[in-house]
Every structure is written in structure tokens, then in C-alpha cells.
Nanobody, 127 residues
């Protein structure tokens, strides 16, 4: 069982930056694929980024490539999402998600493939 707790959300002006954190409890954190999703009002939950456990590459949604960076610290059981050059359309609740030991890359963007979710943190970008 893994519990995830996000932090770092808030209100920021367009062009600004925020860093989200997701602290995980449980064991074998290094064997989990760690992802970030977001959900804007009236929209479905959407993939943002993933840091796979066994892949040297990280993967991003096209809408955030070049602006967001996902990283993880296995010693601290924490995954981060650095968000730069924020836009009003980035406004959403951001969720951390985890699933252990899956292989391949075809499933990363499907929220149903993840077993554990945090409670979410609100990010609001004003214009």
C-alpha cells in the first residue's frame, strides 16, 4: 500500500513558476512509476508527466514539454514537478499517481493504469 501527499500548489501569475512535491509512504518506492496528472473544471483528468522506474527517459504531455520537468528522489520517497512559464490554461488540480513495476511506455497516459493517487493540489495561474 502506498499513500501519496501532494504539496506546493498555489496562485501564480502567468509566466511564473511553481514546484509541486509528492511524498510517498510505503516500501520499494524506487520500483514505482510516478506520474502527474491534472484536472481542470469540467474536463477529464489528463496526463502531464511520468518518471518511469526502469526507463532512462521521462515522458511529457505535448502541452507542457519544454516548460515542466519531472524528477524524483528515491532516498526521500518524493517526486517533483517543476513548472515554469506557467499559462492560465495550466490551471487545474494536480494529482500525483503511482503504479509499481509496469513495463513499456504505451500505458503512461491512461489514468486507469495507476493504482495509487494523492488528494490533489490546486494550481491557479492568473493572466
Amino acid at each position: 500500500q502506498v499513500q501519496l501527499v501532494e504539496s506546493g500548489g498555489g496562485l501564480v501569475q502567468a509566466g511564473g513558476s511553481l514546484r509541486l512535491s509528492c511524498a510517498a509512504s510505503g516500501r520499494l518506492f524506487s520500483s514505482y512509476n510516478m506520474g502527474w496528472f491534472r484536472q481542470a473544471p469540467g474536463k477529464e483528468r489528463a496526463f502531464v508527466a511520468v518518471f518511469p522506474w526502469n526507463d532512462p527517459n521521462n515522458y511529457y504531455a505535448d502541452s507542457v514539454k519544454g516548460r515542466f520537468t519531472i524528477s524524483r528522489d528515491n532516498a526521500k520517497y518524493t517526486v517533483y514537478l517543476q513548472m515554469n512559464s506557467l499559462k492560465p490554461e495550466d490551471t487545474a488540480i494536480y494529482y500525483c499517481a503511482a503504479v509499481r513495476g509496469k513495463y513499456g511506455s504505451s500505458w503512461y497516459e491512461d489514468p486507469d493504469e495507476y493504482d495509487y493517487w494523492g488528494q490533489g493540489t490546486q494550481v491557479t495561474v492568473s493572466s
